[in-house]
């Protein structure tokens, strides 16, 4: 897991929830998949592109809620400033949809459906890019009923190429 930073939209350089800067021109992305070599390669893809700014990265999706959140809860509270969230979300989150460290029981993971829906319940306006193993065209139907705008998915396949990545990472981005 790998810490990085984002930046305020419209300045040079923009501060998201973190401390690193986004370059002007660049979007910011975040990547949550318990994958390694293909958070590896998402990072490549989308940074060699000099379109976008991987910021950080998180292998659950449990560590990435945990710390996105925390990261805006004061010391005098225990509840997330939405206000400082909404202003510092990254452009693009690129979730998969099973990106769980919990142990396999009876109860269901969080799936990053769920994250995504969390942060845009709170007023959070990010582009979602759902990675998963499944071809499920049903599933895009569904994100879309509930959020019109910013969704995207991606299905992991031996056949991925980097155009594919690059236009369902732009494809998500909400104008």
């Not at 998963?132 to 992991?156: F, I, N």
């Amino acid at each position: 897991m790998r810490n990085s930073a984002h930046v305020g939209k419209g300045s040079p350089h923009r501060i998201i929830g973190y401390n690193i800067q986004v370059r002007a021109g660049r979007k910011s992305v975040v990547i949550v998949d318990d994958d390694s070599d293909f958070v590896e390669v998402m990072r490549l893809v989308l940074e060699n592109d000099d379109s976008w700014e991987v910021v950080d990265t998180f292998d659950s999706l449990e560590s990435f809620f945990a710390n996105f959140t925390s990261r805006f809860i004061d010391s005098e509270s225990v509840v997330p400033d939405v206000t400082k969230m909404q202003d510092r979300s990254p452009d693009l989150i690129v979730l998969d949809v099973f990106a769980s460290n919990k142990p396999a029981t009876t109860q269901v993971p969080l799936t990053g459906f769920q994250v995504a829906l969390a942060l845009r319940d709170l007023g959070l306006q990010f582009g979602t890019l759902i990675v998963t193993s499944m071809h499920s065209p049903s599933l895009l139907s569904m994100l879309q009923g509930r959020h019109k705008d910013g969704w995207a998915y991606l299905v992991k396949s031996a056949d991925l190429t980097s155009s594919d990545i690059l236009h369902h990472a732009n494809k998500a981005l909400l104008l």
